[in-house]
């Protein structure tokens, strides 16, 4: 006798995320791959979603995830939730530019 709901594990998606400046320096890396659960089984997340990931899973970024910026297939991202980012995107974490 088979239950009558099958509950099946979310889809999750890797997703690499290219690190610049105090973001390189603070996990001594170029980039990050980050695992997401994909809701729905889209094969896509928002960029919200990728930043509280982030967060979640690299605390030394936290300081910096408040005042840095995504981008995403070189394009700087204003509006988080509302851009979906396909698995295989090109992320990058964008931290402030300082200069004089």
């Not at 030394?60 to 396909?86: N, Y």
């Amino acid at each position: 006798h088979l239950p009558s709901t099958i509950h099946h594990p979310p889809a999750m998606g890797t997703f690499k995320i290219l690190l610049f400046g105090p973001a390189r320096e603070a996990l001594d890396a170029s980039h990050i791959d980050i695992e997401v659960s994909l809701p729905g089984g889209s094969g896509s997340v928002n960029v919200a979603h990728l930043r509280e990931a982030l967060t979640e899973q690299c605390p030394a970024l936290r300081e910096l995830l408040l005042v840095s910026r995504f981008s995403v297939d070189q394009e700087l991202i204003s509006e988080e939730t509302g851009t979906a980012v396909p698995t295989g995107a090109e992320l990058a974490l964008i931290p402030p530019i300082s200069g004089g």
